[in-house]
T-cell receptor
Framework: DAGVIQSPRHEVTEMGQEVTLRCKPISGHNSLFWYRQTMMRGLELLIYFNNNVPIDDSGMPEDRFSAKMPNASFSTLKIQPSEPRDSAVYFC????????????FGQGTRLTVV | AQSVTQLDSQVPVFEEAPVELRCNYSSSVSVYLFWYVQYPNQGLQLLLKYLSGSTLVKGINGFEAEFNKSQTSFHLRKPSVHISDTAEYFCAVLYNTDKLIFGTGTRLQVFP
């Protein structure tokens, strides 16, 4: 398996634009997590899904952020409209809930909003 | 509230010296514990994990950690560090087999 795949690796956008980050989890995994990493706040859990269903989105900072998981092999995190303070590295991770509970991480998307 | 605390944001140490990175978590009925390492511009890699059984767990690269339920701690140790251990280390707790929470990280800097 190629591991968790995130795209794009880097994204630079202007304030006010819509940004969509993508994640393909490891095949067979049934839990998916989105994290945001900044120097000030470390790794923040934004939202997680079990079997494609959002379980806890209490970490989503504002209504500008939304996440979907239309099927077991794809998830998106959307920011609309984007702001400079959204600049961060966004990680996606997947795991097999109830089994070997280790989470595997993608390489991250570095987002810069100017 | 579920939380993970890493008390030290930075730990400087000389090569071949021992090191301990501290981690405490808010108590819960069911927890699984992890340490991850992040090298510059990379994702997170698992160092070790505690799911059940022996409270002393050994991981990759000579690291080990001890689960202490009464103190709700899971400190990471290595008896002799190398320059290549310089990285960011994250403690993580899986609550109720469901929600994976990370600490804010500890930057380990190893000097020659």
């Amino acid at each position: 398996d190629a591991g968790v795949i995130q795209s794009p690796r880097h994204e630079v956008t202007e304030m006010g634009q819509e940004v969509t980050l993508r994640c393909k989890p490891i095949s067979g995994h049934n839990s998916l997590f989105w994290y945001r990493q900044t120097m000030m706040r470390g790794l923040e859990l934004l939202i997680y899904f079990n079997n494609n269903v959002p379980i806890d989105d209490s970490g989503m900072p504002e209504d500008r952020f939304s996440a979907k998981m239309p099927n077991a092999s794809f998830s998106t995190l959307k920011i609309q409209p984007s702001e400079p303070r959204d600049s961060a590295v966004y990680f996606c991770a997947s795991s097999l809930r109830g089994q070997n509970t280790e989470a595997f991480f993608g390489q991250g998307t570095r987002l810069t909003v100017v | 509230a579920q939380s993970v605390t890493q008390l030290d944001s930075q730990v400087p140490v000389f090569e071949e010296a021992p090191v301990e990175l501290r981690c405490n978590y808010s108590s819960s009925v069911s927890v699984y514990l992890f340490w991850y390492v992040q090298y510059p511009n990379q994702g997170l890699q698992l160092l070790l994990k505690y799911l059940s059984g022996s409270t002393l767990v050994k991981g990759i690269n000579g690291f080990e950690a001890e689960f202490n339920k009464s103190q709700t701690s899971f400190h990471l140790r290595k008896p002799s560090v190398h320059i290549s251990d310089t990285a960011e280390y994250f403690c993580a707790v899986l609550y109720n087999t469901d929600k994976l929470i990370f600490g804010t990280g500890t930057r380990l800097q190893v000097f020659p």
